[in-house]
């Protein structure tokens, strides 16, 4: 079975221009799960998709960032216009819903899209 | 206040000996998950373990034990028998689930690099 997979695997632009990031969750995993991870701080959440609705978008750092879920397939995260501070690595995750137990759902990473804006 | 407390920036440990990787956690919610990952140099995020906050026994993996000690909050990783491909960054996470059962989102540590020593 295939896992999560993530396009590009590394991103450079110019401040100001904008980025696509794709994800492909495991086939069949209903929620899928944006992180960010900025040079040297924690792993942080940015939004929750159930299927195709946004569940959780609280950790989303401003309206620069847009986030989709066509089809409750795949989704897209697009920087637009991307700033210095955008920079990181961006990871995708998707879990399999448990129900009443959702605490214990087990999310499975993507390999991560390196952004570098300069 | 961090939720997720990993002390050790970085740790070293000699092949074939047993290390312990610290991760203390703050929650107020009785339903919770505890999870460990790793990220070798590839940057992929690689699931480890497991530890509920109702189970009664700690969690094991193959090398991999979760050392959980509820009343100190504290969950750490003791993985035996070190191998040189164990060498990666590791994170602890953990989920609540708050009384409206939709948070579903990691809450990472900052992580700890551990070195293995041939």
């Known amino acids: 079975e295939a896992g999560v997979t993530q396009f590009p695997s590394h991103s450079v632009i110019e401040k100001g221009q904008t980025v696509t990031l794709r994800c492909d969750p495991i086939s069949g995993h209903d929620n899928l799960y944006w992180y960010r991870r900025v040079m040297g701080k924690e792993i942080k959440f940015l939004l929750h998709?159930?299927?195709?609705?946004?569940?959780?978008e609280s950790g989303m750092p401003n309206n620069r960032f847009l986030a989709e879920r066509t089809g409750g397939t795949y989704s897209t995260l697009k920087v637009q216009p991307a700033e210095l501070e955008d920079s990181g690595v961006y990871f995708c995750a998707s879990s399999q819903p448990l129900g009443g137990k959702g605490y214990r759902e087990t999310q499975y990473f993507g390999p991560g899209t390196r952004l570098l804006v300069l | 206040a961090q939720k997720i407390t990993q002390t050790q920036p970085g740790m070293f440990v000699q092949e074939k000996e047993a290390v312990t990787l610290d991760c203390t956690y703050d929650t107020s919610d009785p339903s919770y998950g505890l999870f460990w990952y790793k990220q070798p140099s590839s940057g992929e995020m690689i699931f480890l373990i497991y530890?509920?906050?109702?189970?009664?026994q700690n969690a094991t993996e193959g090398r991999y034990s979760l050392n959980f000690q509820k009343a100190r909050k504290s969950a750490n990783l003791v993985i035996s028998a070190s191998q040189l491909g164990d060498s990666a960054m590791y994170f602890c996470a953990m989920r609540e689930l708050n009384s409206g059962g939709s948070n579903y989102k990691l809450t990472f540590g900052k992580g700890t690099l551990l070195t293995v020593n041939p």
């Open positions: 530890q509920g906050s109702y189970d009664q």
């Open positions: 998709f159930v299927k195709e609705s946004k569940q959780d």
